[in-house]
């Protein structure tokens, strides 16, 4: 099984909503990663999880905040976010060996009104 | 500084003709490079990768990638062009020199849209 699952699949909420966006893989990955990706942009990489520990944080705004309850779950909360947050959020796995393949899910289109 | 440049934001060609969809590279050590596929509303989907050995990389769908490492390139190729390759196709690189600010990080070009017409 190569599949990473991301739900909701679509999401609407208004700037004073508070949501969350999920993430599952069961390829036993140690790494997992949030990614936001603008029309007909490249990935732009927000969070790294390794061994369920948050690694990487590209100084991402408070308002979204990461969560790895355990190494088959990833969370995102979000919270007070801006129309221009509004894009496609990625998930992503791999293992934690010398190629670091990235699997990915299909997305959370997110649009905040 | 890491990069990956994609110097086509568009390729077009006609079914049945062979495809190259360029990309060059500039990392530290090594490079772990991928091609990955995105069609309309989906993630990427993994294409194919360069990790070590033989220079010609053969992957899904029918693509293949050559890695030339003095001209510093991976360019993704495909001998018979078909519509349905028609998407978004992006190249990307990971460092070989692993370290904590690195660790797993995924350098992206910016993306060649591939139109294959009937």
């Known amino acids: 099984d190569t599949e990473v699952t991301q739900t909701p699949k679509h999401l609407v909420m208004g700037m004073t909503n508070k949501k969350s966006l999920k993430c599952e893989q069961h390829?036993?990955?140690?790494?997992m990663y949030w990614y936001k990706q603008k029309a007909k942009k490249p990935p732009e990489l927000m969070f790294v999880?390794?061994?369920?520990?948050?690694?990487i944080n590209e100084s991402v705004p408070s308002r979204f905040s990461p969560e790895c309850p355990n190494s088959s779950l990833l969370n995102l909360h979000l919270h007070a976010l801006q129309p221009e947050d509004s894009a496609l959020y990625l998930c992503?796995?791999?293992?934690?060996?010398?190629?670091?393949?990235?699997?990915f899910g299909p997305g959370t289109r997110l649009t905040v009104t | 500084a890491q990069s990956v440049a994609q110097p086509e934001d568009q390729v077009n060609v006609a079914e049945g003709n062979p495809l190259t969809v360029k990309c060059t590279y500039s990392?530290?050590?090594?490079?772990?490079l991928f091609w990955y596929v995105q069609y309309p509303n989906r993630g990427l989907q993994f294409l194919l990768k360069?990790?070590?050995?033989?220079?010609l990389v053969k992957g899904s769908y029918g693509f293949e990638a050559e890695f030339n490492k003095s001209q510093t390139s991976f360019h993704l190729k495909k001998p018979s062009a078909l519509v349905s390759d028609s998407a978004l196709y992006f190249c990307?690189?990971?460092?070989?020199?692993?370290?904590?600010?690195?660790?797993?990080?995924?350098?992206f070009g910016r993306g060649t849209q591939l139109t294959v017409w009937p």
């Open positions: 992503a796995s791999s293992q934690m060996d010398r190629s670091y393949e990235q699997y």
């Open positions: 390829m036993g990955h140690r790494a």
């Open positions: 999880y390794s061994y369920e520990k948050l690694s």
């Open positions: 990392v530290s050590g090594n490079p772990y």
């Open positions: 360069y990790i070590t050995g033989d220079n």
């Open positions: 990307a690189v990971r460092p070989g020199a692993l370290r904590g600010s690195t660790l797993g990080r995924l350098y």
